[in-house]
């Protein structure tokens, strides 16, 4: 496997096995499947409502802890609940998560950034995040945090390469994590020519030779299913190497055009909702 190293000196892998959208059961199967079969970074969140079933998963693969990247992530409603990291990790079932977010720039978001670096101190969370927090919301971040980041999980795919936000990234040596990889399943992406063209030559699929364009870039990807052969093909993309002529064909797609477009009363939904976390 391979790995980006983060500003911390951890390492990361950089494919993992994402879990939102997918039932606990989903999740748990996906989660046991990928790790029997070599993955090592596995996503999850409060608001997927399934970090009981990967936590079973993990336990269920075999895999021992410390060979795991868990990342997960708290949901606004969390924000200000002085025991929600506690809670998270008695769900996942575990002492400490490699990887730490805040989900959404909603709510005392503040508050919940005070957490990750309090868990941070603490040794709770190894690494620290921030999911969504682009522009304004980044801006702000930067000039309170008292630990920097090690991670931005946000939407990020060819026609989408994130250029603005990576400039504040590189300053700091925070790393990106994408989202809608695949461009939030949009045939015409996968259909460039482009993709059909390096797919041949390197006998991989079109969204094969897309996920491995975003570890050329720097990036981990997160690529989520609940089917074992497609998990099994997105971990197969490390046996090959993009030229710099073809990154740079595959940047010409760049469109500057993303497929979620949040609004203001949208983050004040997600500040008021409370997911409903699995039983034990």
């Known amino acids: 496997m ?16 994402g879990t939102f959208m997918l039932s606990p059961a989903e999740a748990e199967n996906s989660v046991r499947e990928a790790l029997k079969m070599g993955y090592s970074l596995v996503d999850t969140a409060n608001a997927y ?22 990342s997960t992530k708290l949901w606004p409603s969390e924000y200000e ?15 400490y998560v490699d990887l730490l977010y ?13 957490q990750l670096e309090k868990a941070c101190r603490e040794g709770k969370a190894k690494s620290i995040g921030i999911s969504n927090f682009e522009g304004k919301y980044i801006a702000e971040l930067e000039a309170k945090w008292e630990i920097a980041p090690q991670f931005i999980q946000v939407e990020a795919h060819p026609y989408y390469t994130q250029s603005e936000l ?5 300053k700091y040596g ?9 461009g939030h399943g949009d045939k015409r992406l996968q259909n460039e020519p482009v993709f059909a063209e390096l797919g041949r030559k390197y006998g991989k699929t079109p969204a094969q030779v897309i996920l491995r364009w975003h570890t050329q870039m720097g990036f981990a990807v997160i690529p989520g299913s ?17 030229t710099e002529d073809e990154m740079a064909e595959i940047a010409k797609l760049d469109r500057g055009e993303r497929y979620y477009h949040r609004t203001d009363e949208q983050l004040a939904q997600f500040a008021a909702w409370h997911p409903q976390f699995e039983k034990a």
């Open 2 to 17: 391979e790995s980006i190293t983060l500003n911390n000196g951890i390492n990361c892998p950089v494919v993992g096995i």
């Open 226 to 242: 609940r089917n074992v052969e497609h998990i099994r093909d997105n971990l197969n993309i490390l046996d090959f190497t993009l």
């Open 166 to 170: 990576r400039k504040t990234l590189d």
């Open 174 to 182: 925070i790393r990106l994590m994408s989202w809608y990889p695949l």
């Open 102 to 114: 805040i989900h959404q720039p909603a709510g005392n978001w503040m508050a919940g950034y005070r």
């Open 81 to 95: 609940n002085p025991n929600a990291l506690d809670e998270t990790l008695e769900r996942l079932g575990v002492d």
């Open 49 to 70: 409502v399934n970090e009981r079933a990967v936590g079973r998963g993990m336990k269920e693969s075999g895999v021992k802890r410390e060979n795991v990247f868990l």
